[in-house]
């Protein structure tokens, strides 16, 4: 429904409606606010000069005239501001002669119309006003080089991860690997063209790293991240996911923990239709996929059993660190420490060997609790004592604190 | 837009020479209450000079520009209503951003209000500014910053201030410890950014007294509490109790029997790993000042039968509430006896049989018992009999006894039963508390 005062139009482009030219674009659920960018790149752009701006609407004294309406948007991580939501511009495009143009944006809940109204005998010059429209909307693109979590509805801005690779303790072989895979998203011309798509898997038990590892290389590449958590695929839909990341390439697609799907558990899941698009990968340029699994067996079983058509194109897998890493983590968990005093000589080694075999996550977790029993101490007028913190979680290991609802604390 | 002639005359300008702003109700908690304290407290600003109040009411509705404002008792509290402005419009002048003329209008339904500012349209690029005036007035006038919630289908209710005190736990003082040394930072102590959000894990059958721990924290914290049932977890999705706790942070959310919203109560165990993402509360996102303690009727689960279990369910610490042992069963009898107004101070010589006796029963089961023994006190004596408390205490826990106190299918009877909001206003009210569920209380 077009929405634009007809009144107001027809003296402007000084034609009667029959004499329009009017395309119509829709941006809606998560799109919305490219729509109102769009617009508003409009407004701001040297080539568009606004006669005239305000929303139209039949009915009114003036019959065009109602306020132009400004609304809250999402634009950054649970920051919303106002923006102009509903307007018309009557304008004049310098860059194509001068030709009288009306743009009218109208939104509501659901969607964001943008009108571009033409008189009829410019009509063959359309094709160059979408086309600057298109300039505009790709360098306004609200997504752009952002890092969201989008379904249809929301886009659903994250902040922005701050991941610093000297805080992650892993073999420089796994920073490599992920570099090399990346880097047409980091160094796009470094890569032909052809090869600028590329899947990996991260395979590694649960607190290995991998997450951390996926927000460390979403802060190195030069790219949009879009990212999806356990089961998150399922309700937008591969189709639009992919259709997303084509439209905001270059992109990193990054699925944590994929085999967590509820929904992939047979061959018509999300996930199957994850692994055939990546199949069918090659119109996928500029999109790199980057996945996390607990369990990389159950893509060997879907491969083995057919029901995977591909594999991805490289599997990286994380362990546990070993010793000399766990070393390392160990001693920046205790020096970086905010709470805790410098570590005297002895204690980095007391922990390293009483955590063989313990991921960078629950090693992390023993620090933390070290940390929180030296505060709560201190906040009962006592003096901590590390030798006794130590001795408590790292022989006694309280996994789970055991406790009787009336009888005296246990712990297991 | 209402009042658009009275609105004209104030900003003196034609209506396609002004600019609406209209303000995101949407992904408010409680988008009534929220337009109707932001009005108000626009209108109390000190930098505000208020030209009108709308125009007069016209009961004929004749009267050009004749507009009505509408007074409601808005729920501002738990059992508190206050007088508020519902619909209406006015106009002031804002005396900090340069005398400013703003017409803010309140309107439409109870349940899904809109509230518009108008200002001048060259005064347009002033919107920011009045945006963050609005910003501002609502952060010191939070409707729900600070007080105890609980999240009802889309929007938040309130609840009873917490009323249990460490003193009527009868718990381990390690236990308590650990609690606060988690949610230290919700107790005014100084922590690190890191140990600026934690979440712990509350396991046992029911009746073992977490759901008191829960109240216990729910009164003690400093800071928003968001209480959230099974249902409405179910009904909302983990996102929404995340995002709220987010907006009104610091804040402590409560989710009660968390294993039932995800359904992972039932056969298998867990569907999904880590329960925290699973419950929304993924560490993608700031989480900073939020605080997560969760409830599970499950232990077994807890046990590391199952190899996703044997880790920590992304949570930062698990606590296993147990029945309590013979000296805790006996000293939670006695002083239920003690408390009594209606059993004898001679009845606590049989509290030492009966503690041996009821091997596993939880707090809740014993404060049924004694409470058990007392109607059957007061029976006998509606008899006319003498009342004898050595059988009392036998007939209601020994093997013929009637009432049911034996520990027997205890855990199948609440597997998968949903706690309502009703049920947890209950619970957290003095009067009228769920035996099944206090059970760690004297």
């Known amino acids: ?412 | 837009m209402k009042g658009r002639e009275l609105v004209r005359r104030f900003l003196r300008r034609e209506l396609d020479e002004l600019v609406v702003y209209r303000r995101d109700l949407f992904s408010s908690p409680s988008p009534r209450l929220e337009a109707c304290r932001l009005l108000a407290a626009s209108t109390a600003d000190p930098a505000v000079r208020v030209v009108e109040t709308a125009a007069p009411w016209d009961p004929t509705g004749r009267k050009t520009g004749a507009l009505k404002v509408v007074w409601r008792f808005v729920e501002t509290g738990y059992g508190i209503s206050e007088w508020m402005v519902v619909e209406g419009l006015t106009l002031l002048e804002h005396e900090g951003l340069g005398g400013l003329p703003i017409a803010i209008n309140l309107g439409g339904e109870l349940d899904g209000p809109h509230l518009e500012i108008i200002v001048r349209r060259e005064d347009a690029h002033r919107i920011p500014e009045v945006a963050a005036w609005l910003d501002g007035l609502l952060d010191a006038n939070h409707p729900f910053r600070g007080r105890l919630l609980r999240l009802q289908g889309d929007d938040l209710g309130f609840l009873p201030p917490g009323n249990v005190r460490r003193g009527d736990l009868v718990m381990p003082d390690a236990t308590l410890r650990e609690l606060e040394r988690n949610f230290g930072f919700l107790l005014g102590r100084r922590r690190p950014k890191t140990l600026r959000h934690r979440s712990v894990l509350l396991a046992g059958v029911p009746g073992t007294g977490k759901t008191l721990l829960c109240r216990w924290l729910a009164g003690t914290v400093q800071g928003t509490v968001l209480w959230v049932t099974p249902g409405v977890l179910q009904e909302v999705g983990g996102a929404r109790p995340a995002k709220i706790a987010r907006m009104l942070r610091p804040c402590l959310v409560i989710l009660e029997d968390l294993d039932v919203a995800l359904g992972t109560a039932e056969e298998d165990g867990p569907a999904e790993e880590n329960l925290m993402d699973a419950a929304g509360f993924s560490t993608l996102q700031d989480v900073e000042g939020v605080g997560v303690v969760a409830t599970t009727n499950h232990p077994e689960l807890l046990r590391g039968s199952r190899g996703v279990w044997g880790g920590t369910a992304g949570f930062d610490a698990l606590l296993l509430v147990e029945p309590p042992d013979g000296p805790g069963r006996e000293r939670l009898l006695r002083r239920l006896v003690a408390a009594s107004p209606v059993l004898p101070p001679d009845a606590a010589r049989i509290i030492p049989r009966i503690a041996a006796q009821l091997e596993g029963a939880t707090g809740a089961e014993l404060t049924e018992l004694v409470r058990t023994m007392e109607y059957r006190w007061i029976w006998e004596l509606h008899r006319g009999r003498t009342p004898d408390i050595g059988e009392i205490a036998g007939s209601v826990h020994g093997p013929d006894a009637a009432g049911g106190h034996r520990r027997t299918s205890r855990p199948a009877r609440h597997r998968g039963r949903i706690p309502t909001e009703e049920s947890v206003a209950s619970r957290l009210r003095n009067d009228e508390c769920d035996d099944t569920e206090k059970g760690g209380g004297t």
């Open chain 1, 1 to 412: 429904m077009i929405h634009a005062g007809p009144v107001a139009v027809r003296r402007f482009l000084r034609r009667e409606r029959d004499e329009w030219m009017v395309y119509r674009r829709t941006y809606d659920g998560a799109f919305r606010l490219v729509g109102h960018r769009t617009f508003g790149a409009l407004l701001a752009s040297p080539d568009v000069e606004v006669v005239r701006l305000a929303n139209t609407e039949s009915g009114s004294r003036f019959p065009e005239a109602v306020p132009m309406v400004w609304g809250d948007e999402c634009v950054e991580f649970e920051r919303t501001e106002p923006i102009l939501t509903n307007a018309t511009a009557m304008t004049r495009l310098r860059s194509l002669g001068g030709l009288p143009a009306v743009f009218t944006m109208v939104s509501d809940l659901l969607e964001v119309i943008l009108e571009i109204i033409i008189p009829r005998d410019d009509g063959d010059r359309i094709d160059a006003v979408l086309s600057m429209l298109d300039d505009l909307e790709k360098s306004a693109h609200p997504f752009t080089g952002r890092h969201l979590r989008p379904n249809h509805w929301d886009p659903n801005p994250l902040p922005r991860p701050t991941s610093d690779r000297h805080a992650i303790f892993m073999p420089p072989s796994v920073f490599e690997a992920m570099e090399e895979a990346f880097l047409f998203l980091t160094d796009p011309d470094a890569v032909p063209g052809a090869l600028h798509n590329r899947t990996v898997l991260l395979a590694g038990p649960p607190g290995a790293g991998k997450t951390l590892l996926c927000r460390w290389i979403s802060g190195v590449v030069d790219a949009t991240i879009l990212w999806y958590g356990p089961g998150e695929i399922f309700e937008p839909g591969v189709p639009f996911l992919l259709e997303l990341a084509r439209s905001l390439a270059p992109v990193l697609m990054i699925f944590e923990d994929l085999d967590d799907d509820p929904e992939s558990t047979d061959e018509d899941s999300s996930l199957h239709d994850l692994l055939k698009a990546i199949d069918r990968n090659r119109p996928l340029d500029g999109i790199g996929i980057l996945a996390t699994t607990n369990d990389p067996e159950r893509f060997d079983r879907l491969l083995a059993g057919g029901t995977a058509p591909t594999r991805f194109d490289r599997i990286i897998r994380i362990s546990v660190p070993d010793a000399g890493l766990r070393h390392d983590l160990i001693a920046h968990l205790l020096t970086t420490s905010e709470v805790l005093p410098a570590p005297k000589p002895g204690i980095v080694e007391r922990i390293h060997g009483a955590t063989e075999g313990f991921t960078g996550a629950r090693i992390a977790r023993i620090v933390r609790d070290i940390e929180l029993r030296w505060l709560d101490a201190l906040d009962h007028g006592e003096v901590p004592d590390l030798d006794t913190i130590l001795h408590h979680l790292l022989h006694e290991r309280p996994a789970v604190v055991r406790t009787s609802g009336f009888g005296s604390g246990e712990v297991e």
